[in-house]
């Protein structure tokens, strides 16, 4: 029996998706966890103090973790350390509280702890409005409560699940292809039939929207590769070694770049010419749109068993350049809609290479 899906069903399945609920499970699980340790192993007077710092830490990666949970853990203790000289030499009132937000939030502005520098502002405020003037000889006691939520936030992260979200970038890299595939599909149908300037219009709206869900790409390749970095699941372990499973995503989205600037040139080109859709050359039209066609079939799915476009462009442009009764003065555009289309086959070549060896390393 089939398995129906919607909507609803498919973006709950999505890995971006249920990353971000496992995210929501590791961050209650670590605040929870370090509560529960000050409460009943620290009998912590300010139980409050290593949970915030935990949830502080909890990054989508276990690399941002742990360079959140450094810069946590060093604002924090500057924190503890601010409110502790303000607690022991002056008075806690309302200037020497506005004194602590001035130091804590110039402290935030430093480079290397300009991420989580509010820390130390925000610490102080939590120390100093909870009387920390009376509690000076705990200092110790609150600098662990800080490595303690730092400690178990990284451990948590790093132990259950941590994120590796090769998948996620790889279905949008896919999806990209997928889509300027649809669009030469779509572009060959109708410029199969009769067309006119709306449609190119259509075009060119559906290659700019590809455009700027390209930059979304990129951050999720970015955070991708970045999820790499101190993760335990990145080795596979095959033959008892540990190998690699490396992709270049960024190659992918700089070809899907080129690939989106040939493709807006190739709408333009036939938007902008006058009366293209009428005076055709008949047996330039039928192979043209038919390459095309097979172009972006290629590119929505690269497993399709279709003839290497490339040598047909070329064997095309050989027999119009033969054809006498072509008209000179059509070169011009067809030279451009066959370079346009040739830039475009190299890419889709590169696109179902690299897709094929994808698919071949993550099915072995």
């Not at 069903?9 to 340790?37: G, H, N």
């Not at 500057?78 to 008075?91: A, K, N, R, W």
């Not at 702890?113 to 509690?135: H, K, M």
Request: aromatic share 8%; glycine share 4%; hydrophobic share 45%.
């Amino acid at each position: 029996m089939a398995e129906i899906t919607t909507p609803l069903v498919e973006k709950i399945r999505s890995p971006a998706v249920q990353s971000d609920a496992l995210q929501v499970f590791k961050s209650a699980l670590a605040a929870t966890v370090t509560w529960w340790i000050s409460v009943n192993l620290l009998n912590s007077q300010l139980p409050f103090l290593a949970p915030w710092v935990a949830l502080m830490t909890m990054q989508f990666t276990v690399y941002h973790t742990f360079i959140s949970g450094i810069q946590t853990a060093i604002a924090s203790v500057i924190g503890v350390g601010l409110s502790f000289v303000i607690g022991t030499y002056l008075d806690v009132n309302v200037w020497t509280f506005g004194l602590a937000m001035v130091i804590g939030l110039i402290g935030a502005r430093v480079p290397k702890l300009r991420a989580e520098g509010i820390g130390i502002a925000t610490t102080s405020i939590f120390l100093l409005a909870s009387g920390f003037d009376d509690q000076q000889p705990l200092l110790y006691d609150r600098i662990l409560e800080i490595l303690l939520g730092v400690a178990v936030a990284i451990a948590i992260n790093l132990i259950i699940f941590p994120p590796l979200r090769d998948q996620e970038a790889n279905m949008v890299v896919g999806s990209l292809d997928r889509r300027m595939g649809e669009v030469l599909q779509k572009m060959a149908d109708e410029l199969a039939e009769k067309w006119n300037i709306n449609n190119a219009d259509e075009w060119l709206e559906e290659i700019n929207s590809i455009n700027n869900d390209l930059e979304k790409a990129w951050h999720s390749v970015r955070f991708a590769r970045e999820s790499r970095r101190i993760n335990p699941r990145k080795i596979r372990i095959r033959g008892g070694r540990p190998q690699p499973t490396e992709t270049s995503y960024e190659s992918n989205l700089t070809r899907i770049d080129e690939g989106i600037a040939h493709l807006r040139h190739l709408a333009r080109t036939l938007r902008d010419t006058p009366n293209i859709d009428s005076d055709w050359d008949p047996v330039f039209q039928q192979q043209w749109v038919s390459l095309m066609h097979d172009a972006g079939a290629l590119l929505a799915d690269p497993n399709q068993e279709i003839d290497p476009i490339r040598d047909r462009l070329s064997n095309l442009s050989s027999e119009m350049s033969e054809d006498k009764q072509l008209a000179s003065k059509k070169w011009p555009i067809y030279g451009s809609l066959l370079t346009s289309l040739f830039h475009l086959s190299a890419l889709v070549d590169d696109a179902v290479t690299t897709r094929k060896a994808e698919d071949k390393e993550h099915n072995s």
